[in-house]
């Protein structure tokens, strides 16, 4: 699907004579592979509680563990501030990162555990907890190669095995263009579980084994990679899109060995057949994906109903129908169910000819807010992923110019894929994500538009 | 001697005198013919049989054409065989008749009488088979302002034309005389095209007769018994190409059969099998 | 006989899928019976998640078929997403064929012998096959045979312009040389059908068609194919008044009462059902629409006897109904397979003639009227478009649907066929 020459070229021998700026190529996850490429650092200031277990983590992926830089290379620093209260301790850890930086790998990942501010007991403690996101964003700017750097902060009385799989996710190469993102983790939603260290999967290529996802806007772009990759990851895959799309959502289905679900989620009836279809061919859903989504561009100046009320039909309001018929419904959605829904960069920082589409998926992120408390009653979560320049067949068609501009106002000098999408995606779908609920992850290579 | 060869002996022939006033007292025999496979399936394909290895009902009539066109091509035969028109014709089947079994053929020229607009004459054709009379045949033929020396041969056979619905169409494509030539040995020359016809006084190449019946007969395979005797009146001559109705009806334990002009309605065909 | 099928188990209809239908030599027109087949095919299994299931059969055939589709059936299903260890075979029984091949498909699923299967068909009248004419043909067969160079030179020497002229397919009954169009205006006339009742049929079939589509009716029956997402004959401002004005195509004089807007058209597309055994439905967690109740073939002498080309569903309705003990009033939905429109209507007006009752069907009295409204109540032929084959599994899914919303009740299919056939069938709601 990348169609970006520049990055092509830009890994040629010339273009490193021309001092053409080279754009990283990003590795990124394949089955099988391990989990790092390399050692990683795992450090933490402080009597931080999830260094040990991270260190045992990475450990038992087949990689050494190494508490300070030194002349190799590092696939990964992790450091634990969790327990830093102090401006001395942010001094110790800027003691430990200086090094660390030096050493990061290509594509390598900087991964920084801190508190929440808000639960702090002084100022200063609240001050350096928030200092960390400057950190670690401004890091994010400074990594180059693909490194990446993302702040987990974790609630006070989270267990390590809250931040597993977020860990997991942000050190892996699944999360090759989610950059310099701030994720809360709280205590798991649900059921308390075994508290027992990390939790290891029983196959960390297979983390959706057994659950069943709904994926909308299937048919196509980023909706037929978040099914192809759920799928990969051992999920059975419901992929919804219009009936005029069903040709090619018959092929999604079939290549992910999923159902194909011919469904207008705006008509009056959809909720209840979606449902019904869920609870009487899966006996359920653990992962509802609301990634349908559609553009009707132009001017407010410009704007007529029909383009503003198709947009926020299919993008919002048809979320927020199913949305409460999951929620209103006793047993459609599942123990550990997860809703991720694909909210945009425009939503965040607005786009000029999208007053719609922007207002739409910002609308997404305010109900994914407000829902996440009463979805978290249910023992599920609701989380928003929104993507920033991804290549697929609409960007293919935007002018030249308008293109390169995209791509290029990130720290990893790119646009995205879809499967950087459907990875993160995945992620938030895990039943061991619990502790992620109400959170905004965007894709996009921490790109400087609405930052 | 070739058929088309005998044609022209006999067009030759009509033109000189010597001419025969009464029926040569003689018969032509063949015996022990036998069936071509290939034969019999050309002609079961330009009749519309399906292919058995059982005769046609109307097959063996071309096993017997050869020996009337010899007999009526002879000099002292006394009318002239250009020009003959065959009027009606009635085949009688004594039993199925397989494919292999070898064939004794005697072909004679009988009732040679006067006709309201000429006179007529009987071709008539046995079959058997070691002795056993299998299948008849009587052609009946007319000869327009002929005359003949024995008085009125009595009415033809009644036969009124069949109404009704159609049971089928049928495209008589052009090439169809032609076709019938070609495995019926009949190369009379008012079927083979336009010219050669309009010779003779028709405005296009007409259908064999005995296509026709044959075409009809076929129509009702499967529906007639093997032992059965199927008459024919030929009236309209079928020009070439036409669209053609046939309409069958059951009656008194046969069919009658009539095919006529898809837009006219005249009739090329009056028949009865029973 | 209703006690002994008691003793076999249901056949389940669980569902369908067909295509949109085309115009002939519209959308579809590069598309091979071959290639649809296998698109509707991929649709279902999609649509019931049977991606490397193996089922117990896949029957479906093709009125118009290649000789290189000897196996057309197989050959779907070895271009499908289906496991390639799904046997199959092609049944062809005119326009009879999808039901014909979906009454096999349910017998078998009743007397055990599969758990489930596939059952439908496909016709493209677009890539429709051509032959050479008939002496080339057999000059070109005798060549392939010919041993030497001069047995080959010899042919070769009897071939003629003329012969390269090539045979196409018609519409036409080989015994009779008629179009059924032409057989149709026959028995219309006989039953005295009006034009404007004609149209009104015509006009009811666009309207329910468009009306169950926009209620999404379709939305897990069809699945688009090349860009067509709705049978493009459909034209949802159709009306009686419109079709009025169109010219007759079939019949003669003041009898002719047949246009192009009340016939069907030639038309390309496919349709499949999947059926199973209840219990194969369950275990795969897949819904029943219907049971497959029972389903009974009659023929009718048009060539020489009095019937017409399409009336053999006339003999087959009262022998259905009873074998099961039912009258034609105790149905919920007809689905009687519009041809054309005068078909529908004369094949009513028999049913309701007390003289033809008793002389041709042997009734003591005729079956009676049907409740019009519901007759074809999501459309039919006349809206849809009638690609041979796979008519009988448009019409089996639909019906199935249409009785899994009602909850209840039972609906009849009819379908008339080339050759003077008829295969009508019953299916009941699943309580």
């Known amino acids: ?451 | 001697m070739a058929l088309g060869a005998l044609y022209a002996k006999a067009a030759v022939g009509a033109v000189l005198p010597g001419r025969g006033k009464t029926l040569p007292d003689r018969e032509i025999a063949r015996e022990g013919l036998t069936v071509d496979l290939g034969h019999l399936a050309d002609y079961a394909r330009v009749c519309g049989f399906a292919l058995t290895d059982t005769l046609p009902m109307t097959y063996p009539h071309v096993l017997a054409f050869p020996l009337q066109v010899e007999l009526m091509a002879c000099r002292a035969f006394p009318l002239p065989l250009p020009g003959l028109v065959h009027v009606a014709n009635r085949i009688t089947a004594h039993r199925a008749i397989r494919a292999g079994e070898p064939l004794d053929v005697r072909v004679r020229a009988e009732r040679f009488a006067a006709h309201p607009k000429g006179a007529q004459v009987d071709l008539v054709a046995a079959v058997s088979v070691a002795g056993e009379p299998v299948w008849d045949g009587r052609s009946t033929y007319l000869a327009r302002g002929g005359s003949a020396p024995t008085g009125f041969a009595g009415e033809m056979p009644e036969m009124s034309d069949v109404d009704g619905p159609a049971s089928a169409v049928w495209r008589v494509e052009k090439d169809t005389g032609r076709r019938y030539a070609a495995v019926s040995g009949d190369v009379n020359p008012i079927h083979l095209n336009p010219l050669t016809a309009r010779a003779f006084g028709f405005p296009r190449a007409i259908a064999h007769g005995m296509w026709t019946a044959a075409r009809a007969v076929a129509a009702l395979q499967g529906r007639v018994p093997d032992a059965a005797t199927y008459e024919v009146l030929f009236r309209k001559p079928l020009l070439l190409p036409s669209a053609v109705e046939l309409v069958t009806q059951p009656a008194r334990g046969g069919w009658n059969l009539s095919v006529r002009n898809r837009r006219t309605s005249a009739a090329h065909l009056a028949a009865q099998v029973h | 006989m209703a006690a002994k099928t008691r003793q076999t188990r249901q056949a389940a209809v669980i569902g369908g899928n067909r295509i949109p239908f085309a115009r002939a030599n519209g959308k579809y027109a590069r598309a091979s019976n071959l290639d649809m087949l296998t698109a509707t095919l991929d649709g279902l299994v999609a649509r019931y998640g049977l991606a490397g299931e193996r089922l117990g059969e896949v029957v479906a055939g093709a009125v118009l078929k290649h000789s290189r589709d000897f196996n057309l059936t197989r050959e779907a299903v070895l271009g499908s997403r289906l496991a390639p260890s799904t046997p199959a075979y092609d049944v062809q029984q005119a326009c009879g064929t999808g039901l014909e091949a979906a009454i096999a498909v349910s017998n078998k699923i009743r007397l055990g012998q599969i758990e489930s299967g596939v059952a439908g068909g496909v016709d493209t009248a677009s890539d429709a096959p051509i032959a050479v004419n008939e002496d080339l043909r057999r000059i070109l067969v005798a060549l392939n045979g010919a041993r030497s160079a001069s047995a080959r030179l010899k042919l070769l020497g009897k071939l003629r312009p003329g012969q390269i002229v090539p045979e196409i397919p018609q519409n036409s009954e080989p015994r009779t040389g008629l179009s059924m169009g032409e057989h149709a205006a026959i028995t219309a006339k006989e039953w005295g059908v009006s034009r404007e009742a004609q149209d009104e049929l015509a006009a009811a079939s666009h309207r329910h068609l468009a009306a169950a589509y926009d209620r999404g009716f379709f939305d897990d029956l069809v699945t688009p194919y090349l860009g067509v997402t709705r049978d493009d004959n459909l034209r949802p401002d159709s009306s009686v008044e419109k079709l009025a004005k169109l010219k007759p195509v079939f019949g003669r004089g003041e009898d002719a009462t047949m246009t192009a807007g009340n016939s069907t058209p030639l038309t390309d597309g496919s349709a499949l059902v999947l059926l199973g055994s209840d219990e194969w439905a369950a275990e795969h967690k897949l819904p029943v629409l219907a049971h497959f109740v029972d389903a009974e073939t009659a023929a009718v002498d048009y060539v020489h006897g009095r019937d017409g080309l399409l009336t053999a569903p006339v003999y087959a309705v009262p022998r259905l109904l009873e074998r099961n003990g039912l009258t034609l009033q105790d149905f919920d939905f007809y689905e009687i397979h519009e041809a054309f429109a005068s078909t529908v209507l004369a094949t009513l007006k028999a049913w309701e003639d007390p003289a033809f009752s008793k002389e041709r069907l042997g009734l003591d009295s005729p079956l009676g009227s049907i409740d019009r409204s519901r007759l074809n109540v999501n459309g039919s032929s006349l809206a849809a478009g009638h690609p041979f084959a796979a008519t009988g599994g448009r019409i089996v899914a639909s019906l199935a649907k249409a009785l899994h919303e009602k909850g209840s009740g039972r609906g009849l299919i009819s379908i008339c066929a080339a050759g003077g056939q008829g295969v009508v069938a019953i299916l009941e709601a699943v309580k």
């Not at chain 1, 959170?439 to 790109?447: K, P, W, Y």
Request: include cysteine; charge should be neutral.
């Open chain 1, 1 to 451: 699907m990348s169609n970006d020459r520049l990055r092509d070229f830009s890994n040629t021998g010339i273009a490193g004579r021309l001092g053409v700026p080279r754009v990283p190529l990003l590795r990124r996850h394949e089955p099988g592979r391990p989990l790092l490429p390399g050692p990683a650092l795992v450090s933490a200031v402080g009597a931080g509680r999830f260094a040990k277990p991270i260190g045992a983590l990475v450990e038992e992926s087949g990689q050494s563990v190494v508490e300070s830089a030194g002349e190799d290379k590092l696939a990964a620093v992790v450091l634990d501030l969790t327990a830093a209260a102090s401006l001395a301790d942010l001094a110790a850890a800027q003691q430990i990162l200086t090094p660390a930086v030096r050493k990061i790998a290509p594509s390598g990942r900087l991964l920084v555990l801190g508190p929440e501010p808000a639960e702090a007991s002084t100022g200063e403690a609240a001050a350096v907890a928030q200092a960390l996101d400057g950190l670690v964003r401004s890091i994010g700017k400074e990594l180059r190669a693909g490194a990446t750097a993302n702040l987990l902060v974790v609630a006070a009385d989270a267990l390590p095995a809250a931040v597993d799989s977020s860990v997991r996710f942000f050190l892996s190469a699944r999360s090759a263009y989610v950059d310099g993102q701030v994720v809360h983790v709280g205590v798991p939603v649900g059921a308390p579980q075994d508290p027992v260290g990390m939790d290891d999967p029983i196959d960390p290529d297979r983390p959706l084994a057994g659950r069943v996802a709904v994926v909308t806007g299937a048919a196509r772009g980023i909706g037929a990679a978040i099914a192809d990759t759920l799928a990969r990851d051992g999920a059975s895959i419901v992929a919804v899109d219009i009936p005029a799309a069903g040709e090619n959502l018959a092929k999604v289905a079939n290549r992910t060995a999923g159902v194909a679900l011919q469904l207008d989620i705006t008509a009056a009836d959809a909720p209840e057949r979606l449902l019904g279809h869920l609870r009487e061919r899966h006996g359920g859903v653990d992962l509802v994906v609301h990634n349908a989504g559609i553009t009707r561009d132009k001017l407010l100046a410009n704007m007529d109903a029909a383009r503003w009320d198709s947009v926020l039909a299919v993008n919002l309001a048809a979320q927020l129908r199913i949305n409460d018929a999951l929620l209103t419904d006793e047993t459609v959605l599942r123990e550990a169910g997860r809703i991720v829904c694909v909210s945009s960069q425009s939503g965040i920082a607005g786009n000029r000819g999208q007053t719609n589409y922007a207002a739409s998926k910002a609308g997404i992120i305010g109900m994914v807010r407000a829902y996440a408390p009463r979805f978290a009653e249910r023992g599920a979560t609701i989380n928003a992923v929104a993507p920033g320049f991804i290549e697929t067949e609409m960007t293919q068609k935007m002018p030249l110019g308008t293109r390169e501009a995209g791509r290029r106002v990130n720290s990893l000098r790119q646009g995205g894929l879809p499967v950087d999408v459907a990875e993160t995606i995945g992620w938030l779908g895990q039943s061991s994500s619990g502790g992620v609920n109400g959170q905004v992850v965007r894709v996009c290579g921490q790109s400087i538009l609405g930052a």
